[in-house]
C-alpha cells in the first residue's frame, strides 16, 4: 500500500483585514478607527443621548466606506396598515459578498412622524436599515473609535424640525434630478454660491427654507423658479459682454429684481385665473425664471393677471339690443293711447 503526501492548504482569510491572525485583525481596525474618530469629531457626525456620543448614519457610511463595504437597499415598501414604511438594508463588499443586514421601520405612530409626507418616512426607514447593517459587522471598530456601537438612528430618537427639513430637501433634489449626485452638487453649489459647502448641515435654517420654498414651487409650477433646467438655477438675466460701447451698448439698468411676495402674488393669481404661467411668461416675452424679471415688470405683469377675466365669471353672448341671449328680458312698456287720460 502505497502512502500519498497530501499538500496542506492554509485556509484563506474571511475576514475583512484580509487576515485570521487576532492580532493581526486588531492591529488594523485600530488603524482604521483612528482617523475614523478625527473626522467624526470635527464633523460632528454624532448625537449626544443620554450623555452617550452615538454616529449618525453617515459616520457608519464612512466607516463602511474605508473597509470597502456598502450598503444596498434591498427593498422599501409601505406597511400594510398604510401608517408608515419599512426597508431591508444589506451591507455588500464589493464582490457582492454579504456582511451584514438589517430591517427597519418608520411610523406615524412616532409624533414626529405623524404629520411627515410618505416620503420622508421611506427614507428614515432606509437611513435606520442603513445604519444597523453596518453596524453588525463593524460596530466593535467605531467602539475602538471612542464611540457607542449603536447607531444614533436605531435608538428611535426624533430628529429635529432642521434633521428632518434636511432629509426631506435631499429627497426633493434627487427626485428632481434623478439621483445624479454631480447634477446635485452643481445645482447647491449655483444656487448658494459661497455659502455652500458641500454639506446641508453648514447652512443656515432661513437658506434652508428658502431653498424648500423654491423647490416646492418648481414642483407645482416647472420651469417657473429655476427655468428650464434646474440644474442651472438663474438668478439674475444672462447678458453677452459688451466689445464696446459703439458696438454693443450696455443694456439699461432694470431696478431691483422681483421680490417673493410679487412671485407668490404672480403664481397665485394665475392659478386663480387658469392660466398656465410659463407658457404666459413666454408669450410676454418673459423667458427666464420669475428671479430674473426686475420688480417694475413684475408689477406690470401682475396688473396685466387682474385685469383678466375670472373663468367663472365670463361674460354670455349678448344679441343686438345689449341683452345676454340666455337672461330674461324686461317686458316692453305699453305706449299711452292719444287723448287717454293719465
Not at 10 to 23: E, H, I, K, R, Y
Not at 206 to 223: A, C, F, I, Q
Amino acid at each position: 500500500m502505497s502512502e500519498e503526501m497530501i499538500q496542506y492548504e492554509a485556509p484563506q482569510a474571511v475576514t475583512l483585514f484580509g487576515s485570521n491572525d487576532p492580532g493581526a485583525i486588531v492591529a488594523a481596525a485600530t488603524a482604521v478607527a483612528e482617523p475614523l474618530a478625527k473626522v467624526i469629531k470635527d464633523r460632528k457626525l454624532f448625537a449626544n443621548i443620554k450623555g452617550r456620543q452615538h454616529v449618525m448614519v453617515e459616520g457608519w457610511t464612512l466607516l463602511g466606506t474605508m473597509l470597502g463595504v456598502f450598503p444596498v437597499c434591498t427593498w422599501s415598501r409601505s406597511l400594510e396598515n398604510g401608517l408608515g414604511w419599512e426597508a431591508r438594508v444589506e451591507a455588500r463588499t464589493l464582490r457582492g459578498e454579504i456582511v451584514g443586514a438589517a430591517e427597519s421601520q418608520c411610523t406615524r405612530d412616532e409624533s414626529t412622524w405623524k404629520t411627515r409626507d410618505d416620503f420622508a418616512l421611506r427614507s428614515m426607514a432606509q437611513t435606520r436599515a442603513t445604519a444597523k447593517a453596518l453596524r453588525l459587522p463593524l460596530g466593535f471598530i467605531m467602539s475602538l473609535a471612542g464611540y457607542e456601537a449603536t447607531p444614533a438612528e436605531e435608538l428611535g430618537t426624533e430628529p429635529s424640525p432642521r434633521d428632518m427639513l434636511m432629509v426631506g430637501l435631499g429627497e426633493r433634489l434627487k427626485e428632481l434630478h434623478e439621483g445624479d449626485v454631480d447634477a446635485i452638487k452643481r445645482f447647491l453649489e449655483d444656487y448658494f454660491g459661497d455659502a455652500y459647502t458641500g454639506r446641508l448641515a453648514d447652512l443656515d435654517d432661513s437658506e434652508l427654507e428658502r431653498l424648500r420654498k423654491d423647490l416646492e414651487e418648481e414642483e407645482e409650477h416647472p420651469g417657473v423658479v429655476f427655468g428650464d433646467s434646474p440644474s442651472v438655477p438663474q438668478t439674475l438675466p444672462i447678458q453677452e459682454p459688451a466689445r464696446s460701447i459703439e458696438d454693443n451698448p450696455l443694456p439699461e439698468p432694470q431696478g431691483f429684481q422681483i421680490t417673493d411676495d410679487q412671485r407668490d402674488d404672480l403664481i397665485r393669481s394665475a392659478d386663480r385665473k387658469g392660466l398656465d404661467l410659463a407658457s404666459w411668461l413666454l408669450e410676454h416675452s418673459v423667458e427666464g425664471p420669475l428671479s430674473s424679471v426686475p420688480s417694475e415688470r413684475a408689477s406690470e405683469l401682475l396688473k396685466e393677471i387682474h385685469a383678466l377675466p375670472d373663468p367663472a365669471q365670463e361674460s354670455l353672448p349678448v344679441d343686438e339690443t345689449g341683452w345676454a341671449k340666455d337672461e330674461p328680458k324686461p317686458a316692453p312698456k305699453e305706449k299711452k293711447k292719444a287723448g287717454a287720460k293719465s
